[in-house]
C-alpha cells in the first residue's frame, strides 16, 4: 500500500470515528455554488440546452432516475456530503425541494456552463456567479425565517462552502471564442477569472462565509472533448490546454494565500483537482479503471448534455470502468476516487 493510500485510510477512519462519537454532520450546512461539476438540478428549470435530467444521466444514481447531475451516478460534492455525515445531499437551489427544513443543511446554487466570467453563462443561458451569490443572499432571508436569526448565522458561519469554476470559461468560451482569444492570450484571461474569484470570496466573506473550498481547473487538455475538438488529430492530450490550466491553478493558489492573509478568521483551501485526476488519466488500471481516453456515453469523444442521451450509440454498460461518464464530465467512480481525496485536503475546514 503507498503512503497517500495508507494516509487516505487514516483520514476516512478519522472522520467516521468522529462521526460515530458525535452521531450528526461535521459541519451545520454545505452550500455549493459553481457549474456543471457541482450542479445538481438547477439548469432542469432554466431555458437551456445544457441540462442532464434524462437519461441516460442518473442511470446509477438512486432510484435510477436523472435528476440534473452530469454524471451516471454521485458527483464528487454528493460524496462530500457523505462524508461530513449528511444523510442527504443540499438541495438545488431552483427545485422544489428547496424549501422549508431541507434548507437547514444547505443548497446548491450551481449552474452547468456558468463560471468566473459571467458571459459565459449568459452565453449559455445558465446561472451566472454573480446571480448565485444574489440567490445566496435570498436563502439567508429564508434560513432566517426558518431557524430564527441566531440559528441562522450559526449555521451559515460553521458551514463549508464550496466552489467549482473555471473550466466552461475555458472549455466552453475562451478556446471557442475569437471575441476573447484574439483579444486576450490565455493568460490574460485567467487574470481576469482569478480576479472574479477574489471578489466572490471577499463577497461571501462579507456575508459571513468562513470556510471555503475551491477546486482548481482539471487537465482541460485531457477531458475527451478536449483532445476530439483541440487535438488535431492526436489522441494524446492537448499540452497547450494543460499547460493554461496549471498557469490558472497557480495563480489561484497564490490569491487565496493572499485572501486568508487579508480577511481575519477566514479558512481557504484550494482543492487540487488537477493532479488527482491527471493520475487517473495516466495509469486507469492502478486504479481500477479500464478506460480514460474515451468517455462511457456514445462514442465518448464529445457527448454531453442532450448530445449524451438514450438513444447514444455504443454507451457502456459498466461505467465503473470509465474515467469519465461524458465527454467533460468523470464517472460515479471517479467522483468517489476525487472526493477520498478532497477529505484529505480539506481537513482544515472542519477542524
Given at each position: 500500500?503507498?503512503?497517500?493510500?495508507?494516509?487516505?485510510?487514516?483520514?476516512?477512519?478519522?472522520?467516521?470515528?468522529?462521526?460515530?462519537?458525535?452521531?450528526?454532520?461535521?459541519?451545520?450546512?454545505?452550500?455549493?455554488?459553481?457549474?456543471?461539476?457541482?450542479?445538481?438540478?438547477?439548469?432542469?428549470?432554466?431555458?437551456?440546452?445544457?441540462?442532464?435530467?434524462?437519461?441516460?444521466?442518473?442511470?446509477?444514481?438512486?432510484?435510477?432516475?436523472?435528476?440534473?447531475?452530469?454524471?451516471?451516478?454521485?458527483?464528487?460534492?454528493?460524496?462530500?456530503?457523505?462524508?461530513?455525515?449528511?444523510?442527504?445531499?443540499?438541495?438545488?437551489?431552483?427545485?422544489?425541494?428547496?424549501?422549508?427544513?431541507?434548507l437547514l443543511i444547505g443548497a446548491n446554487f450551481a449552474s452547468a456552463s456558468s463560471g468566473y466570467y459571467d458571459k459565459?453563462?449568459?452565453?449559455?443561458?445558465?446561472?451566472?456567479?454573480?446571480?448565485?451569490?444574489?440567490?445566496?443572499?435570498?436563502?439567508?432571508?429564508?434560513?432566517?425565517?426558518?431557524?430564527?436569526?441566531?440559528?441562522?448565522?450559526?449555521?451559515?458561519?460553521?458551514?463549508?462552502?464550496?466552489?467549482?469554476?473555471?473550466?466552461?470559461?475555458?472549455?466552453?468560451?475562451?478556446?471557442?471564442?475569437?471575441?476573447?482569444?484574439?483579444?486576450?492570450?490565455?493568460?490574460?484571461?485567467?487574470?481576469?477569472?482569478?480576479?472574479?474569484?477574489?471578489?466572490?470570496?471577499?463577497?461571501?466573506?462579507?456575508?459571513?462565509?468562513?470556510?471555503?473550498?475551491?477546486?482548481?481547473?482539471?487537465?482541460?487538455?485531457?477531458?475527451?472533448?478536449?483532445?476530439?475538438?483541440?487535438?488535431?488529430?492526436?489522441?494524446?492530450?492537448?499540452?497547450?490546454?494543460?499547460?493554461?490550466?496549471?498557469?490558472?491553478?497557480?495563480?489561484?493558489?497564490?490569491?487565496?494565500?493572499?485572501?486568508?492573509?487579508?480577511?481575519s478568521g477566514l479558512k481557504l483551501v484550494v482543492f487540487d483537482i488537477y493532479n488527482p485526476l491527471s493520475d487517473l488519466?495516466?495509469?486507469?488500471?492502478?486504479?481500477?479503471?479500464?478506460?480514460?481516453?474515451?468517455?462511457?456515453?456514445g462514442t465518448g469523444t464529445i457527448e454531453t448534455s442532450i448530445l449524451c442521451n438514450v438513444k447514444s450509440p455504443g454507451?457502456?454498460?459498466?461505467?465503473?470502468?470509465?474515467?469519465?461518464?461524458?465527454?467533460?464530465?468523470?464517472?460515479?467512480?471517479?467522483?468517489?476516487?476525487?472526493?477520498?481525496?478532497?477529505?484529505?485536503?480539506?481537513?482544515?475546514?472542519?477542524?
Open positions: 500500500m503507498s503512503y497517500s493510500k495508507a494516509l487516505l485510510g487514516f483520514f476516512v477512519t478519522l472522520v467516521f470515528l468522529i462521526l460515530a462519537v458525535h452521531g450528526q454532520p461535521l459541519v451545520p450546512a454545505l452550500i455549493i455554488f459553481g457549474d456543471s461539476i457541482a450542479d445538481v438540478g438547477n439548469n432542469n428549470n432554466l431555458y437551456t440546452i445544457v441540462k442532464a435530467n434524462f437519461p441516460p444521466y442518473g442511470r446509477d444514481f438512486i432510484k435510477h432516475k436523472p435528476t440534473g447531475r452530469f454524471c451516471n451516478g454521485k458527483l464528487a460534492l454528493d460524496f462530500t456530503a457523505e462524508n461530513l455525515g449528511f444523510t442527504s445531499y443540499p438541495p438545488a437551489y431552483l427545485s422544489k425541494a428547496a424549501r422549508g427544513n431541507n459565459t453563462a449568459n452565453l449559455y443561458h445558465a446561472i451566472s456567479l454573480t446571480q448565485q451569490v444574489e440567490y445566496y443572499k435570498e436563502y439567508q432571508s429564508k434560513l432566517v425565517r426558518i431557524a430564527g436569526k441566531s440559528n441562522a448565522t450559526s449555521i451559515l458561519s460553521g458551514a463549508v462552502y464550496v466552489l467549482s469554476a473555471g473550466s466552461s470559461d475555458f472549455i466552453q468560451n475562451y478556446y471557442i471564442n475569437p471575441f476573447l482569444y484574439k483579444v486576450y492570450t490565455a493568460d490574460q484571461f485567467s487574470d481576469i477569472l482569478v480576479q472574479s474569484f477574489s471578489s466572490f470570496v471577499k463577497n461571501l466573506y462579507g456575508l459571513g462565509a468562513r470556510r471555503i473550498g475551491v477546486t482548481s481547473l482539471p487537465p482541460l487538455g485531457c477531458l475527451p472533448a478536449s483532445i476530439t475538438l483541440f487535438g488535431e488529430g492526436s489522441n494524446a492530450c492537448v499540452k497547450r490546454l494543460n499547460r493554461d490550466a496549471v498557469s490558472f491553478n497557480n495563480k489561484l493558489n497564490v490569491t487565496s494565500q493572499s485572501l486568508v492573509k487579508s480577511l488519466i495516466k495509469k486507469p488500471s492502478d486504479s481500477g479503471f479500464f478506460e480514460a481516453r474515451k468517455a462511457c456515453c454507451t457502456c454498460a459498466n461505467a465503473t470502468e470509465y474515467v469519465f461518464w461524458d465527454s467533460f464530465h468523470p464517472s460515479e467512480a471517479t467522483n468517489m476516487v476525487l472526493a477520498n481525496d478532497l477529505l484529505i485536503q480539506g481537513i482544515s475546514l472542519i477542524s
